[in-house]
Antibody, heavy 115, light 108 residues
Framework: QVHLVQSGAEVKKPGASVKVSCKAS????????MHWVRQAPGQGFEWIGW????????KYSPKFQDRVIITRDTSASTVYMELSLLTSEDTAIYYC????????WGQGTLVAVSS | EVVLTQSPGTLSLSPGDRATLSCRAS???????LAWYRQKPGQAPTLLIH???TRATGIPDRFSGSGSGTEYTLTISRLESEDFAVYYC?????????FGQGTRLEIK
């Protein structure tokens, strides 16, 4: 059974960085892309970017291009999303989701940015 | 980017009713890569439909998707209590991936 388990909630100061992890199990990690999506409180979804878990290639939304890095550790079946230069507008639940049809989602990680 | 506009914003229906949710794209969705998700309060979304028509694993046949070009529809033939939630359409044919703003399906 496919499971995506994300790291716990984070509270950050403006200007800081946050790194969220997503550990996958129940399938062949290298065979599927992983995407990151966020949802601000009471809002819809924004796509952040994705990584090819097999070769590590990435692509990011233009909105986040300059301050996001997505990486993976194949030995740990884990994908990471690091977002820098945080502002209050980055307060949201961050989700990892498998492949282009987003068929399985992590439970979400709340990132709160506050001074 | 492809802008997706969902209507109505809120739909008030009763259990057993038929629900029709719409999603309009600002340009034709590439390769028919259009999906629908349901999100219950406090939970991550669940994939319902992908490729316009194809039900995801475990999704009952009372959910169906249709459409082409720039107009898409999610139909729920007989509403059950678990269906009262927020529904999002999403396109994954053109980068960046984009989502509609959601339709809230509430009990009348």
């Amino acid at each position: 059974q496919v499971h995506l388990v994300q790291s716990g909630a984070e509270v950050k100061k403006p200007g800081a960085s946050v790194k969220v992890s997503c550990k996958a199990s129940g399938y062949i990690f290298n065979d599927y892309a992983m995407h990151w999506v966020r949802q601000a409180p009471g809002q819809g979804f924004e796509w952040i970017g994705w990584i090819n878990a097999g070769n590590g290639n990435t692509k990011y939304s233009p909105k986040f291009q300059d301050r996001v890095i997505i990486t993976r550790d194949t030995s740990a079946s884990t994908v990471y999303m690091e977002l820098s230069l945080l502002t209050s507008e980055d307060t949201a639940i961050y989700y990892c989701a498998r492949q282009w049809i987003l068929d399985y989602w992590g439970q979400g990680t709340l990132v709160a940015v506050s001074s | 980017e492809v802008v997706l506009t969902q209507s109505p914003g809120t739909l008030s229906l009763s259990p057993g009713d038929r629900a029709t949710l719409s999603c309009r794209a600002s340009q034709s969705v590439s390769s028919s890569y259009l999906a629908w998700y349901r999100q219950k309060p406090g939970q991550a979304p669940t994939l319902l439909i992908h490729g316009i028509f194809t039900r995801a694993t475990g999704i009952p046949d009372r959910f169906s998707g249709s459409g082409s070009g720039t107009e898409y529809t999610l139909t729920i033939s007989r509403l059950e209590s678990e269906d009262f939630a927020v529904y999002y359409c999403q396109q994954y044919g053109t980068s960046p991936l984009t989502f509609g703003q959601g339709t809230r399906l509430e009990i009348k």
